[in-house]
């Protein structure tokens, strides 16, 4: 395998998480951007992601698509920078629990939410992740008195996680709990995730 990176994303799409991951990782990277619609659906990009979207990591011959995974695969790939806890210790079962709530369960329950799905009462037990509320209390008591999600040190879970936070506060999909809050200012001010804000808003305008 090369050590080549390259990230498909959109400046406008999850891929933003993705690339501050990259930052935090400190390997070099190239990035394409693809527009929605066609390009995305070219038979190219399919042959990379079936679903036809952004984030992808191609890394050599390995090819990765879902954001959390991503973030996951490049804190195994690059032990070097620290971002994934040891195996087989309570830190990184923290790490394992809370990318994949993340991924799943709070990915699923904002979503439903911002598009006005609320489910039943009644019906909780069918959905996984039971109902936004749930949610919104589980995401509470994995940050609340944490200065990191896993363990004692800055993860990719507070990459992927976090910045779930982070986006949810910005654009109100999450209550503005002192939880919350307290979290994310402890780790809003990284320099990878700004360099990787302001390389990503650099393209806003030639990406669609």
Same mark, same amino acid.
């Given at each position: 395998?090369?050590?080549?990176?390259?990230?498909?994303s !959109?400046?406008?799409?999850r891929?933003?998480?993705v690339r501050?991951?990259l930052?935090?990782v400190?390997?070099?990277? %190239?990035?394409?951007?693809?527009?929605?619609g066609?390009?995305?659906?070219?038979? /190219?990009?399919?042959?990379l !992601?079936?679903m036809?979207?952004?984030p992808?990591?191609?890394?050599g /011959?390995a090819?990765v $698509?879902?954001?959390?995974a991503?973030? *996951?695969y490049?804190?195994?790939?690059?032990?070097?920078?620290?971002?994934?806890?040891?195996?087989g210790?309570?830190?990184?079962?923290?790490y394992? %629990?809370?990318? +994949? +709530?993340?991924?799943?369960?709070?990915? *699923?329950?904002i979503?439903?939410?911002?598009?006005?799905?609320?489910?039943?009462t009644? %019906?909780?037990g069918f959905?996984?992740?039971g $109902?936004?509320? /749930?949610?919104v209390?589980?995401?509470? %008591?994995?940050?609340a008195?944490k200065?990191?999600?896993?363990?004692?040190? +800055? $993860?990719?879970?507070?990459v992927?996680a976090?910045?779930?936070?982070?986006?949810?506060?910005?654009?109100? $999909?999450?209550?503005?709990?002192?939880?919350?809050?307290?979290?994310?200012?402890?780790?809003?001010?990284?320099?990878?995730?700004k360099r990787?804000?302001?390389? /990503?808003?650099a393209?806003?305008?030639?990406?669609?």
């Amino acid at each position: 395998m090369t050590d080549d990176l390259l990230l498909y994303s !959109n400046p406008m799409s999850r891929g933003r998480i993705v690339r501050w991951m990259l930052e935090e990782v400190g390997q070099p990277y %190239r990035v394409q951007y693809l527009g929605y619609g066609p390009d995305m659906k070219a038979p /190219d990009f399919l042959a990379l !992601n079936p679903m036809g979207k952004v984030p992808v990591l191609a890394h050599g /011959d390995a090819v990765v $698509s879902e954001g959390g995974a991503i973030c *996951a695969y490049l804190a195994a790939a690059f032990p070097e920078a620290g971002l994934q806890p040891t195996p087989g210790t309570p830190a990184y079962a923290d790490y394992l %629990r809370w990318m +994949f +709530f993340a991924a799943g369960p709070t990915e *699923a329950a904002i979503t439903a939410r911002a598009l006005g799905h609320e489910v039943p009462t009644e %019906r909780k037990g069918f959905v996984g992740y039971g $109902s936004y509320d /749930d949610v919104v209390d589980g995401l509470e %008591r994995m940050v609340a008195g944490k200065t990191y999600i896993a363990g004692d040190r +800055f $993860s990719a879970a507070d990459v992927y996680a976090g910045a779930q936070i982070g986006y949810g506060l910005r654009f109100k $999909s999450l209550p503005a709990r002192p939880a919350f809050e307290d979290y994310w200012a402890g780790i809003a001010d990284r320099p990878a995730m700004k360099r990787a804000a302001e390389l /990503d808003d650099a393209a806003l305008p030639v990406a669609a």
